[in-house]
């Protein structure tokens, strides 16, 4: 085997590690987010909004990266759970706004053991997490056609 045949070995690939470990990252997460009742994405959409709330759809999907189509019916789902409301905007009724509920804003206290548990889960520290982050960096909050 040469040099240039290795480089096409499946565990060479950063892509595989990448969809491998994001994979993993998320079923660390589906027990501990349960009973909170959220999924992955559910979880990360009710970060962005305890972060700041309310929001145009628009800027949530942009936060968590997604089309605004995708976004839609994961707040829709979370508006059925009473978690958000959906509400046009005052300032211009072509904007459709995101608010917590204040189920939803309690339900933040629940959710805040949930990175302790994961780091447990995965046997890193604070530290560590924040640098595997940073190291990930290049790829995360860029769209594909930035690279």
């Not at 660390?28 to 987010?33: D, G």
């Not at 970060?47 to 997604?66: I, N």
Request: charged share 30%; glycine share 6%; with cysteine.
């Amino acid at each position: 085997m040469t040099e240039s045949d290795d480089l096409l070995r499946l565990e060479n690939q950063l892509c595989f590690a990448l969809v491998t470990a994001a994979r993993n990252v998320v079923a660390v997460y589906r027990p501990i987010l349960e009973p909170l009742g959220l999924t992955h994405p559910q979880y990360l959409a009710m970060l962005a909004l305890w972060e700041r709330s309310p929001r145009s759809l628009h800027d949530l999907a942009a936060d968590l990266a997604l089309d605004p189509a995708t976004a839609s019916p994961l707040v829709k789902r979370l508006e059925k759970d009473g978690l958000v409301r959906r509400e046009r905007s005052a300032e211009d009724e072509r904007r459709l706004d995101i608010a917590l509920t204040d189920a939803g804003a309690q339900l933040r206290e629940r959710a805040l053991d949930v990175p302790r548990q994961v780091m447990a889960r995965v046997g890193m520290d604070g530290g560590q997490v924040a640098a595997l982050r940073d190291g990930l960096a290049p790829f995360a909050g860029r769209r594909p056609e930035e690279f």
